[in-house]
């Protein structure tokens, strides 16, 4: 089946370097990405998308990138911050069924 | 706005009982979603459903059951609870298939 998959499994950056969290996805037809941020204990929480045709989107501090030729999609973090630290996960939507297929995660540690 | 409000927030069954995971959304969100996580691992996709009296399987639909009978709330049933079936439950809405909001989730152990 399709699936959406991660390169890095744990990422560890300084307080204040720039992070960048790499997803690879395999399923040609999907239109719309998104990435959420998962802390201990919580649910998921929306950090950014971004749709098909566009290359690049930017947020508060992220930026979602998305190369299609490759099936690769990548989030990068500007000045890290330990409240930074979570899993992030990569989801891909697939037509107009509305289901999303999740990566299993990277796990991000900011060191202070 | 609540958002994404899932009961009880923790729960523990004893095998071959049933229960019922309650999802409520107050957004006018047409699709709404069970996901499961287990340690490690993603999100997998229980169930679905894309409006009020229709529901669909997702990945991982066996033990559980869904109904839709108003925009708001989309509610899981476990029927016969197993061992397997403990887990995190995340439900989930989104309006037009774009930005899924996710509830806190509800903890389920199964002894």
């Known amino acids: 089946g399709e699936s959406v998959g991660l390169h890095l499994p744990t990422l560890s950056v300084q307080e204040g370097d720039n992070s960048i969290i790499n997803c690879a996805y395999s399923n040609s037809a999907s239109d719309y990405f998104i990435w959420y941020k998962q802390e201990s204990g919580k649910g998921p929480q929306f950090i950014i998308d971004?749709?098909?045709?566009?290359d690049k989107r930017q947020g508060q501090r992220v930026t979602v990138l998305l190369n299609k030729t490759v099936k690769h999609l990548s989030l990068q973090i500007a000045a890290t911050q330990p409240g930074d630290s979570a899993v992030y996960f990569c989801a891909e939507r697939s037509g107009s069924n509305y289901k999303l297929t999740f990566g299993k995660g990277t796990l991000l540690t900011v060191n202070p | 706005n609540a958002g994404v409000t899932q009961t009880p927030k923790f729960q523990v069954l004893k095998t071959g009982q049933s229960m019922t995971l309650q999802c409520a959304q107050d957004m006018n969100h047409e699709y709404m979603s069970w996901y499961r996580q287990d340690p490690g691992m993603g999100l997998r996709l229980i169930h679905y459903?894309?409006?009020?009296?229709?529901?669909d399987q997702g990945e991982v639909p066996n033990g559980y059951n869904v109904s839709r009978s108003t925009t708001e709330d989309f509610p899981l049933r476990l029927l016969s609870a197993a061992p397997s079936q403990t887990s995190v439950y995340f439900c989930a809405s989104s309006g037009q298939g774009y930005g899924y909001t996710f509830g806190s989730g509800t903890r389920l152990t199964v002894v």
């Open positions: 459903s894309v409006g009020a009296g229709i529901t």
């Open positions: 971004i749709r098909s045709n566009m």
